[in-house]
């Protein structure tokens, strides 16, 4: 029922930035934590950044201090903005929501979007 748009993606040379984009078909209740993956060719995805509901912030320790990451409830949209981008920063990036609802935890993906960064 919840889907995902992600937008923002592309190629960049390194140092560079880009702003990455995830919009929600409809609304959310329940939003628990916002994210953002990527994985890499042959490589395993990991979370890049994340955001809860509450508004605390975790990031992976290569991207710390680079990106970051801001949701916006009322517009049941996430945003990645990426500076200093880097080569090895290369990969496919996915949006995560996840949301509560009674005793259950669900997880929304976005399609993923490419970001190269050129050297």
């Known amino acids: 029922q919840v889907q995902l748009v992600e937008s923002g993606g592309g190629l960049v040379q390194a140092g560079g930035s880009l702003r990455l984009s995830c919009a929600a078909s409809g609304r959310i209740f329940g939003l628990s934590a916002m994210g953002w993956y990527r994985q890499a060719p042959g490589k395993q995805r990991e979370l890049v950044a994340v955001v809860s509901s509450g508004g605390s912030t975790n990031y992976l320790d290569s991207v710390n201090g680079r990106f970051t990451i801001s949701g916006d409830n009322a517009k049941n949209t996430v945003y990645l903005q990426m500076n200093s981008l880097k080569p090895e920063d290369t990969a496919v990036y996915y949006c995560?929501?996840?949301?509560?609802?009674?005793?259950?935890?669900?997880?929304?993906w976005g399609q993923g979007t490419q970001v190269t960064v050129s050297s």
């Open positions: 995560n929501v996840v949301v509560v609802r009674g005793a259950g935890l669900y997880d929304y």
